[in-house]
Each structure stands twice: as C-alpha cells, then as structure tokens.
C-alpha cells in the first residue's frame, strides 16, 4: 500500500506500464531511467503482475524503494473502442495508472496506449474541467524563434465551434503556466479572410473575437513554424495528420542528413559540421528527443506518448509528465476557465 | 482572333494574368520568361487591356507572336464566393482563361486566383468528367524514393466517402498516366486500424476495398514521405493544411541553413558542403522551384498557382500546365473511371 502523504519535492507518477507497442520490457527499461536520473521522483508502474517481475531489477535499494509495482487484471488493445474501454478498463493497467491520481496518490499519469481508452476512461475516472466538453491532446512543434502549441491532435476527430474555442482556452492557460503573459491564438483553416474555411472554423473564429483572449484570427499550416501565435487550434483529425506528416518530413530530413554521412567525403565532412543549428531542429521532431502530449481538460494531469516509443521516448514521455504534474495545469485551467466566459458544455 | 488550329507538338497556354497576389506585373514577366524558354510554346495571357499594354515588351517579333493579349473585363478577387463567381466571372481574367479551354483554343489554363472561384467557374464552364462529383486539388510532395500524388488540397473542405473514392480513382488515373503500371493508394487516417477515424473516413475505406484498385488502406500522416504509396487520398481540409504546414517547415530548415552562411566559419562551410542532398529535398517544397496543382475532375485542364507566387514560381507554374496539357490526364480519365466502378454522383 502506498503512502498517499507527498513528502516535499516528490513528483509521484503512474505508468501504464503495459501500454504501448513494445510492452513491459520497453516502459520498465524506460522507469528505471528515470528513477536513476531523477533523485526527486516516485514511480508506480501498473502492469499484469507476471509482467512486472524483475522491475526494480538493477537498481539499487534506494532507488527500488522510489519504484512501486502496482497489479493490474488486463492491458487494454491498441484498437479497444470507448465502450469496450470503460467496461473491461477499471482493473486494466491504464485504469489502474488514471486511479492512482483519482485517489491523489500520484500526480499525474503516463500511457502509451489507445487514445480512445485514455479519453473514455479518462473522462470517466478523473472527470472535465466544469464547463469543458471533451479533452484534447496538445503538442509543441518547433518555430522560428521557439515553439507553437497546438491541439487537438487527436483527440476529437470530429469537432463543433465551441470545443474549438475551448482548445484556444485550454492553450492560452496552459501557455499563460510556461510564461507568456498574453498568449496569442490562432485558429488553422485554409486561408486568412473571414469567409475561408468551412462553417465551424467560421463559427468558431467568430466567437473566438468575442473572448477576452489574445486571438490572432485564422492561420494557415506554414505559419505553425513562422511564430506567428503562441497557440494553433484546430480539429484533432487535421491536426494528428499535420504533426505526423511533419514528423514523418522531419524524419526524412534527418535520415538525409545522417545518409550523407555515408556518401563522399565532401559531403561527409560537411554534415558532420552544419550539424548543429538543423540537427537541434529537426531532433525536437524525433520521439526520442520529445515525446508526451498532454490531455487537457480533465480534472488531473494525464500524459499521451506515441504508441511506438522506444526507451528513450518513454523516458521523455515520463520526464514530461514530471514536467505537467509540476506544472499543474488542469487546476490552473479549472481556475481561469470563466474569466473566459467560455460557453458552458451543451 | 486566334488560330483554333493547333500546329503538331505547339503547345497553348492560357494564362489568368490578373490573378495571384502581385498581378500583372509578375504574371505577364514570367509570361515572358516560359515564351523565351520554350519555343513550342504559344500563350496567351488574360488581364484588363491596360494590364496588359507592354506584355511583349523585351521579346523578339518572333517570341511576341508566340504571346497573345485577350482582354477581360474584370479581375476577381481573391476571396470571391462561388455565387459571385459565377455571376461577374464571365467577362473576368479566370473566366476569360478557362474560355480559351472550353473552345479548344487553348490546351490548358492557369490561374493564382481563389480556388472557390476556379472550381465554380471551372465547373460552370468546361463541366465535370462523367460521373464525378467535384474536382480536387493534387499535388506531388517528395518522399524518399521518389513523390507521393495527394489529394485533395483545399477543393473540397467537406467531403463525402464517395469523393474520397473518387479522389483515389483520380489520382491512380493520374499516376498511372506519369508511368506508374498500378499505382498504390492510401487514404489518410488517425491509425491503420479499420476501427480508426470518423465515419466517413471508415465509410470510404470499406468502399475503395471493394474497388480493382491497389488500395493499400488507411496510412497515416508520417507516410505521406516514406514512398508507402504513389496516392495519397484526403479531405481538402486536411490535405491544405498538412500541404502549407510541410511546406512552413521545410522552408523554415532551408532558412535555418542559409543562416548559417551568415555565421561562424565552421557552419558556413558545412553548411556549402553538406548542401546538395538536404537542398533538393527541400527545394521541392519551395515554390519557386515546385508550383501548379492540377484540378482533376473537370473536362479539360487546369492548373492552380499559389497564390503568392513570384515570377520563379509562375514560370514553375504555367511548365506544370504545359505538362498536364500534353499528358491530357483529363481524357485518360474520362476514359477509365467507368473501368474503376465508381459510385455515380448522387
């Protein structure tokens, strides 16, 4: 049983540690990095008990002592729908991570699993925000003199104006929380004129002009790099295929580079010295450099990483969690979300 | 008045030279530019007649006599709506271009102008091929062995399945016209899974199953760059802004290179040494070096600049034109969508 006190300077997290493609062998691996690295931090690992044999393998008593396995009864498929989630989800691994904060024994939790599941049981375990609709994930992509958050990125595939809205609030709060005194907001569509773009974009930038929020109107795809806005809303269906064909580009990109590193000794010689400057860019694209989405708008501190992480990525996605939970962003949005005067859930 | 005859391997152009961001004067310059780089070209521009005074300024008698005036009415703006279009777009410089299509006059029009614009007017003038609904933007981005063909790129916001099947037959049509004997198509998704995504993109992954196309399923945003597929299929909506946000990012690390010339000794050296492979990569992003989009569907050809082209970009587009002019996709089409068993328009 776990001690549900936080002494001072712990950051508490629960993995799902039987999410993900790789399973256990990847998330314990990525787990006993971070306990190893990171002197602060408590770490449940929720898994099927055969799963987590040899977890603390490797690590001294000290840090074992920071790592705590927690069974679970099931690992959820990649491809479970909302409804299978939430009957078969409480005694699951990912149920089990989403109970430990419920019952505030941990501060924020990990899964590299079905979105779908997270949401559903997210929502059903830990509840929105008041006046919030549904969840949406949100990611920084790298611009021109920092980083532009975005969402949805997947969570929502399909989308009404005011769910739009309530992605630029949720942003601006959570970029208020990483130091922008004032946010700006931008609304993706195809163009910038107030007749582009189908009737929710146009619904939604409508009411955005009406909030007490720094909103720059529409924005198109380029001006995610540009540094236009601090903030890029958009559906979650648009917006997954915007960050992964941008990852998948960055990908390419960086395979060229290190694919010269092969070729003749011009250009051997000339990788090795125009690294630095593309490279820093390019890795903010890689999993393995940045990994963990947050999903916003529940009523505690939940962390998406990619499907496919490796160790490293998990161990990025788990450092981001640490990141959020320090963060405490649900509760800063639970707190700002009227002085927005959002339109309350339908 | 013109020739209608078309002398063997002459190709004609029609070009809306009222269109796109700086007008006349970069229109009627590259103009200029595609009479002198290829002498089988004949074209003729379309702009209010003052435009035009001084278009074969700088040619030879011989070049000029390759260059033909048409005088429009009007320019359209930028942000028409389709009713207006089609209500003063007769006598405009689109309307004019597309004109010279429908009379046989010409082989291929190009426009900057609004896409709104060019699909109702297109649609009113030249008519869709038998059986499909609306016409769709495409486009080559590059992937690593070569280029994936997606579309659509803004034509059509919201779809229904039936136009993404009809996207998916186009754009076989089209790459199998560019040489490919059984081009593989995929169809953008949230994951592989037949579960993923909203209903109308499960609808249309059921139907283009049942289709004698080489239909490889759901791929999702990273594949648009790793060759999985000769076609990409999805919404214009989406497609736009995964196109302009590929585009931002590419553009952003060329810039992020050229800056390097600006700084220390070792980057500005490595930065000229590793040029080549990443240069071309991304050059094929920039539009100077890659613009035109063919609208397919619609009985004849047409081609859709960027609207902020340059006089390098124009050029690239009004060659693609000259491309499309004598690969005729159009007609191949026409020809084997029946062969495919689409859905007829409803």
């Known amino acids: 049983m776990a001690d549900s006190s936080n002494p001072q300077g712990r950051i508490r997290l629960a993995l799902d540690a039987g999410s993900g493609d790789y399973g256990a062998e990847v998330t314990l691996a990525a787990a006993r990095d971070a306990i190893r690295s990171d002197a602060h931090l408590f770490l449940y690992v929720v898994d099927l008990p055969a799963a987590l044999a040899g977890a603390s393998d490797g690590l001294t008593p000290a840090q074992a002592a920071r790592l705590e396995c927690v069974a679970a009864e099931s690992v959820l498929d990649s491809d479970v729908g909302p409804a299978t989630a939430i009957r078969q989800g409480a ?107 189908h009737a929710i974009v146009r619904e939604a930038h409508e009411r955005l002009k009406q909030l007490p929020l720094n909103y720059r109107g529409f924005i198109e795809g380029n001006e995610l790099f540009t540094g236009r806005v601090d903030v890029a809303v958009c559906d979650g269906f648009s917006g997954n295929l915007v960050l992964k064909s941008s990852e998948g580009l960055a990908r390419m990109l960086l395979e060229d580079l290190r694919g010269s590193l092969d070729s003749s000794w011009r250009t051997r010689l000339g990788a090795w010295m125009s690294g630095p400057t593309l490279r820093r ?23 998406k990483s990619h499907g496919s992480a490796d160790r490293r990525a998990m161990l990025q996605a788990i450092r981001e969690a640490g990141n959020e939970a320090v963060m405490r962003v649900p509760g800063k949005i639970g707190k700002l979300i009227h002085n927005y005067k959002a339109e309350a859930p339908s």
């Open 91 to 197: 005694r699951s691994s990912l149920g089990g991570a989403l109970e430990l904060v419920a019952d505030g024994r941990a501060d924020a939790c990990i899964s590299a699993g079905s979105t779908t599941a997270l949401i559903a049981l997210g929502m059903k375990r830990l509840g929105m925000l008041p006046g919030l609709k549904r969840p949406a994930l949100m990611s920084a992509v790298p611009s021109r003199n920092g980083y532009t958050s975005m969402l949805d990125l997947g969570a929502n595939l399909n989308v009404d104006a005011v769910q739009l809205v309530q992605f630029a609030i949720m942003g601006a709060v959570a970029r208020q929380h990483e130091g922008e005194a004032d946010p700006s907001v931008g609304l993706l569509n195809v163009g910038h004129e107030d007749g582009k773009g």
């Open 281 to 303: 860019t390019l890795a903010r694209f890689d999993p393995a450099h940045h990994n963990g989405a947050p999903l916003l708008g529940l009523n505690g501190v939940v962390v």
